[in-house]
């Protein structure tokens, strides 16, 4: 909370993922009807033997949704407060063990449809965590964000502001910047083979690895957003409030 202040005291012109996002109210239940209906459902309790905390579950999830009959298993909790509430479970089963004693998919599906206090205010939205932040004086005008080819847990974006630059701005701006922030796929992994990246190519060897992911990444980047096009893909005139640079900055 410390943090967030400090930043939103310094920066108080925000654009983040909270901006394109459901936001987030305390409830007893983290995931849907329908969601329960899948963890409940035969293809989630047969990949309730990998449910570790580790990355199994969702890759035995995406792999044998189809072959189960129930092909749309993966995507009806993908990247969802409900998948984050999975995942957090992980987390904090240890301080919960009179609860939940053991870290599985039941305990899972149980702590995230009747989520106890004080758990139930947290944040569950599976983010990115982007944030493009001004100084007071420096008006974002206009903000645009984009989905990513992203990992099988962790979506990826592309966020893009118009930002004033204009000395002494009051309202009319006569110069401005057009700045991305992203955040693209790890890969720093020291064994990065034969691991499936895309829910869609589960058992193919198209990208099987997260440099080939940050590849697909900064190739859909170039070729779709941050080329001589991008005033025309963001609907901007380029006399518009003068645009004088264009930026891109992450990692």
Request: proline share 6%; hydrophobic share 35%; with cysteine.
């Amino acid at each position: 909370d410390r943090y967030g202040d400090a930043i939103e005291s310094l920066y108080p012109n925000q654009f983040s993922e909270l901006d394109i996002t459901d936001a987030p109210t305390a409830s007893s239940s983290q995931c849907t009807q329908e969601q329960l209906d899948v963890l409940n459902g035969p293809v989630a309790q047969y990949c309730a033997q990998y449910f570790d905390g580790s990355a199994a579950f969702a890759y035995c999830l995406a792999a044998a949704a189809a072959p189960f009959g129930q092909p749309d298993a993966y995507d009806i909790l993908a990247y969802s407060p409900c998948a984050g509430c999975l995942g957090i479970f992980g987390g904090v089963q240890p301080q919960l063990t009179q609860l939940y004693p053991e870290l599985n998919l039941e305990n899972a599906t149980s702590f995230c449809s009747a989520t106890p206090e004080p758990f139930q205010s947290l944040n569950y939205n599976v983010l990115d965590g982007l944030l493009i932040a001004t100084k007071e004086g420096y008006d974002i005008l206009d903000q645009w964000s984009f989905e990513l080819p992203s990992w099988l847990f962790l979506p990826r974006r592309v966020n893009v502001a118009q930002i004033c630059v204009s000395e002494g701005y009051d309202g009319e701006c006569e110069q401005s910047i057009i700045f991305g922030c992203t955040h693209l796929g790890a890969t720093g992994f020291a064994s990065d083979t034969g691991t499936p990246q895309l829910p869609s190519q589960i058992g193919s060897e198209s990208i099987s690895s997260h440099v080939g992911l940050n590849r697909l990444q900064s190739q859909k980047v170039v070729d779709e957003i941050f080329n001589e096009n991008i005033l025309d893909t963001l609907g901007i005139d380029e006399d518009d409030n003068n645009v004088v640079g264009v930026f891109l900055a992450g990692d």
